[in-house]
T-cell receptor, first 113, second 109 residues
Framework: SAVISQKPSRDICQRGTSLTIQCQVD?????MFWYRQQPGQSLTLIAT?????????ESGFVIDKFPISRPNLTFSTLTVSNMSPEDSSIYLC??????????FGPGTRLLVL | GQSLEQPSEVTAVEGAIVQINCTYQ??????LSWYQQHDGGAPTFLSY????GLEETGRFSSFLSRSDSYGYLLLQELQMKDSASYFC??????????FGSGTRLQVQP
């Protein structure tokens, strides 16, 4: 199994500002995934991050709003830019495990005022 | 488009058996996973079905019927700690998961 940590665990931000979320894995992984979970809702994939290449974004998510870095095989960051209250969500990173499992970080709870 | 539908909420009593259904419509399908998420926690993996039939893991079992685009999670001998949200998720070959709408299970004493 993989152990994943995220920073910060939660934050309260003002609209118009940006927040960078860090995701650290205890082993090297090829692909990392970023999901958003709005309150009481399901998980929606934002993007897939491969080391050494640009992230692949899902429909409805764009690089200017959610830039992602993947500098090595154990680390990734997601920035939520020019935030509005609609960006208030839980942001989760995940990695693949064996036998079609995915392991998730504890999430970053973001509130935008 | 991709969609996985689940009942929004299910209530059951301790010791009972509950079944959470998932119907899916996806372009490309390799298997169906189930995840549990307690309030304030991260989703945790429960099971994965690539083939039709029943997979059993302790008190939890999962079933898949590809011809019906349908699966379910069966929880037996319910305990209070099973109160959580449960998500089915489709493996569409893209390695990332497409999650269902989620079912909130409330276990009552």
């Amino acid at each position: 199994s993989a152990v994943i940590s995220q920073k910060p665990s939660r934050d309260i931000c003002q609209r118009g500002t940006s927040l960078t979320i860090q995701c650290q894995v205890d082993s090297q992984v090829t692909m990392m995934f970023w999901y958003r979970q709005q309150p009481g809702q399901s998980l929606t994939l934002i993007a897939t991050a491969n080391q050494g290449s640009e992230a692949t974004y899902e429909s409805g998510f764009v690089i200017d709003k959610f830039p992602i870095s993947r500098p090595n095989l154990t680390f990734s960051t997601l920035t939520v830019s020019n935030m509005s209250p609609e960006d208030s969500s839980i942001y989760l990173c995940s990695v693949e495990g064996l036998q079609e499992t995915q392991y998730f970080g504890p999430g970053t709870r973001l509130l935008v005022l | 488009g991709q969609s996985l539908e689940q009942p929004s909420e299910v209530t059951a009593v301790e010791g009972a058996i509950v079944q959470i259904n998932c119907t899916y419509q996806t372009s490309g399908f390799y298997g169906l996973s189930w995840y549990q998420q307690h309030d304030g926690g991260a989703p945790t993996f429960l099971s994965y079905n690539a083939l039709d039939g029943l997979e059993e893991t302790g008190r939890f079992s999962s079933f898949l019927s590809r011809s019906d685009s349908y699966g379910y999670l069966l929880l037996q001998e319910l305990q209070m700690k099973d109160s959580a949200s449960y998500f089915c998720a489709a493996d569409t070959g893209r390695r990332a998961l497409t999650f269902g709408s989620g079912t909130r299970l409330q276990v009552q004493p």
